[in-house]
């Protein structure tokens, strides 16, 4: 079955605490990103990687990392969280890096820090 | 500033009528427009994409107009059912963009 899968679904940590939420598609796409989705604003995006080793920000990159060593993963790092970074966050990927192209979801990781 | 906006947060409507929910931009000249529909703690899924140069794009029950004079493309869903209840977002992206760029989604309630 195609489908982008991220873990964990549900992430519970304190303030400072390195975390890494990983991110991997079957469909071999070329294009992956991360975006946030918090009440009334959307989803914004944090990163986008449009093939391996090359990634770029978003609109929200500050606080975060990501790497692409293989076509198929696309972790997010955050390195020290803080409170404003509690989201819910979803990985998508998509077969070339145009918007002309659909955008397959994951199925969301909801975090909270405190 | 760019500037996406979908009707009212929420909207109402009885079964089996057309449902009809609207996305307008701001300070951005799209190329693509894609609508997408969201369940409660699930990943946005994929619908419909129209290009500029298209008026309209069906597909099923769906059917997607796209007015760049207006700024404006409107959503509509005939034949409306509870399983149609959702949060819907609309997205645009410039031609030249990697990245869409997201409205924050209307919330659809299907009465029986």
């Known amino acids: 079955e195609a489908q982008v899968t991220q873990n964990p679904r549900y992430l519970i940590t304190v303030t400072g605490k390195k975390l890494t939420v990983t991110c991997s598609q079957n469909?071999?796409?070329?294009?992956m990103s991360w975006y946030r989705q918090d009440p009334g604003l959307g989803l914004r995006q944090i990163y986008y990687s449009m093939n391996v080793e090359v990634t770029d920000k978003g609109d929200v990159p500050e606080g975060y990392k990501v790497s692409r060593k293989e076509k198929r993963n696309f972790p997010l790092i955050l390195e020290s969280p803080s409170p404003n970074q509690t989201s819910l966050y979803f990985c998508?990927?998509?077969?070339?890096?145009?918007?002309?192209?659909?955008?397959?979801f994951g199925p969301g990781t909801r975090l909270t820090v405190t | 500033s760019q500037k996406i906006e979908q009707n009212s947060e929420a909207l109402n409507i009885q079964e089996g009528k057309t449902a009809t929910l609207t996305c307008n931009y701001t300070n951005y000249s799209p190329a693509y427009l894609q609508w997408y529909r969201q369940d409660p703690g699930r990943g946005p899924v994929f619908l419909l994409l129209?290009?500029?140069?298209?008026k309209e794009k069906r597909k099923e029950r769906l059917k997607v107009t796209f007015d760049t004079t207006l700024k404006q493309s409107l959503f509509h869903i005939t034949a409306s059912q509870p399983a149609d209840s959702a949060t819907y977002l609309c997205?645009?992206?410039?031609?030249?963009?990697?990245?869409?760029?997201f409205g924050s989604g209307t919330q659809l309630t299907v009465l029986p």
């Open positions: 129209i290009r500029e140069n298209e």
């Open positions: 998508a990927s998509s077969q070339r890096n145009t918007p002309s192209y659909e955008q397959y």
């Open positions: 997205a645009l992206a410039s031609g030249s963009a990697r990245q869409l760029t």
């Open positions: 469909m071999n796409h070329e294009y």
